[in-house]
T-cell receptor
């Protein structure tokens, strides 16, 4: 049972470099999310996708982009990394966020990114 | 603005009971979640409340009062493995989750 798989687990990156964090789920969930988690702050939503082919901006989207070409994959790209993007990134999925569904989130194990 | 408040840190003794409070102010309400997160790990789902009252699940219970914008997570018969952060999250009128910063629970022998 895989659930949600994120890669890499950890990465140190030079400022200005491009980086893609990968996320794959095998639960056939419609909705997927990318969060960042920083000490003392709650999880902050970067981007989300309610279904394959659609994406939306969350609370902190600047400097990040996503794509959702199919149900299973939801990569997050940092076009030109900056030190303030040093964080732990969590990918998550849910069956649906709307009425009639709990919308419980299932999280990947996280990707710890350090930008120097 | 939307806001979720939880205590930053709590300490309790093994075998005891602890209550973690969460108050919220959000644009609409479509449910409240509690997640557990051990250090260095991903959050995992604990409970979901959408109607007022108490939901019990083993040693853990979660309570909701929508009129007061208030919830609590009650942990009984505390074990050392319960040392973790507990995250409160509310689903707003757009079905987006608003997260609290989490409560770090320290269990002492």
């Amino acid at each position: 049972i895989a659930g949600i798989t994120q890669a890499p687990t950890s990465q140190i990156l030079a400022a200005g470099r491009r980086m893609t964090l990968r996320c794959t789920q095998d639960m056939r969930h419609n909705a997927m999310y990318w969060y960042r988690q920083d000490l003392g702050l709650g999880l902050r939503l970067i981007h989300y996708s309610n279904t394959a082919g659609t994406t939306g901006k969350g609370e902190v989207p600047d400097g990040y982009s996503v794509s959702r070409a199919n149900t299973d994959d939801f990569p997050l790209t940092l076009a030109s990394a900056v030190p303030s993007q040093t964080s732990v990134y969590f990918c998550a999925s849910s069956d649906s966020g709307e009425a009639g569904h709990t919308g419980e989130l299932f999280f990947g194990e996280g990707s710890r990114l350090t930008v120097l | 603005g939307q806001n979720i408040d939880q205590p930053t840190e709590m300490t309790a003794t093994e075998g005891a009971i602890v209550q973690i409070n969460c108050t919220y102010q959000t644009s609409g309400f479509n449910g409240l979640f509690w997640y557990q997160q051990h250090a260095g790990e991903a959050p995992t789902f604990l409970s979901y409340n959408v109607l007022d009252g108490l939901e019990e699940k083993g040693r853990f219970s979660s309570f909701l009062s929508r009129s007061k914008g208030y919830s609590y997570l009650l942990l009984k018969e505390l074990q050392m493995k319960d040392s973790a952060s507990y995250l409160c999250a509310v689903k707003d009128s757009n079905y987006q989750l608003i997260w609290g910063a989490g409560t770090k629970l320290i269990i002492k022998p």
